[in-house]
T-cell receptor, first 114, second 119 residues
Framework: GENVEQHPSTLSVQEGDSAVIKCTYS??????FPWYKQELGKGPQLIID?????GEKKDQRIAVTLNKTAKHFSLHITETQPEDSAVYFC?????????????FGTGTQLKVEL | GAVVSQHPSRVICKSGTSVKIECRSL??????MFWYRQFPKKSLMLMAT?????????EQGVEKDKFLINHASLTLSTLTVTSAHPEDSSFYIC???????????????FGSGTQLSVL
């Protein structure tokens, strides 16, 4: 089955700096890669996603890049703000007509310091 | 984005009692719902997958008689933790994927989670 590794487990940045979180996956058939932000005591919130037919996607300060050959994808947050502090999870799956299951990374605790 | 409502947000119960957690998709029809369990500072662990009108599919190691899942309609799934014990204390999260005019089928949306504490 799919295995997703995520690094780093913790990341501290100064406000205004950029943050990068990296994930690798094992199943070359995976074709959908979402990123979730989870605040303490809350459920994960989808912040951006990318399909395998696209190499990069951007939404304001957030971007995701995908390298299918190397089987890794990354989350980039620019101009970080204190409210970006949270746990971020990457995930991977193979989109099918059925209930495709997401395989999650182990999470990255991002702390944006003033 | 789509909204998934989960209730209750927090529940404390005595050992041996049963607890029901509800998960509703508010603005789209959820063909598939997933239930996760999350321990502190850990990733999400998939417990089961449920499709509307059919029996849930449980992940290996998850007791189906202990964690009863019902997905009776396209907008509601419930998880009942039967005869709860302290080791069942955890954060339970539901998620849903489905379809609507504005919700792509591949996107998975999560509820706000339920913190279960069994005394």
């Amino acid at each position: 089955g799919e295995n997703v590794e995520q690094h780093p487990s913790t990341l501290s940045v100064q406000e205004g700096d950029s943050a990068v979180i990296k994930c690798t996956y094992s199943d070359s058939a995976s074709n959908y890669f979402p990123w979730y932000k989870q605040e303490l005591g809350k459920g994960p919130q989808l912040i951006i996603d990318i399909r395998s037919n696209v190499g990069e996607k951007k939404d304001q300060r957030i971007a995701v890049t995908l390298n299918k050959t190397a089987k890794h994808f990354s989350l980039h947050i620019t101009e970080t703000q204190p409210e970006d502090s949270a746990v971020y999870f990457c995930a991977a799956t193979i989109l099918t007509g059925g209930g495709n299951k997401l395989t999650f990374g182990t999470g990255t605790q991002l702390k944006v310091e003033l | 984005g789509a909204v998934v409502s989960q209730h209750p947000s927090r529940v404390i119960c005595k050992s041996g009692t049963s607890v029901k957690i509800e998960c509703r998709s508010l603005d789209f029809q959820a063909t598939t719902m997933f239930w996760y369990r999350q321990f502190p500072k850990k990733s999400l662990m998939l417990m089961a997958t449920s499709n509307e009108g059919s029996k849930a599919t449980y992940e290996q190691g998850v007791e189906k008689d202990k964690f009863l899942i019902n997905h009776a309609s396209l907008t509601l799934s419930t998880l009942t933790v039967t005869s709860a014990h302290p080791e069942d204390s955890s954060f339970y999260i539901c998620s849903a994927r489905g379809f609507s005019a504005t919700v792509p089928n591949e996107k998975l949306f999560f509820g706000s989670g339920t913190q279960l504490s069994v005394l």
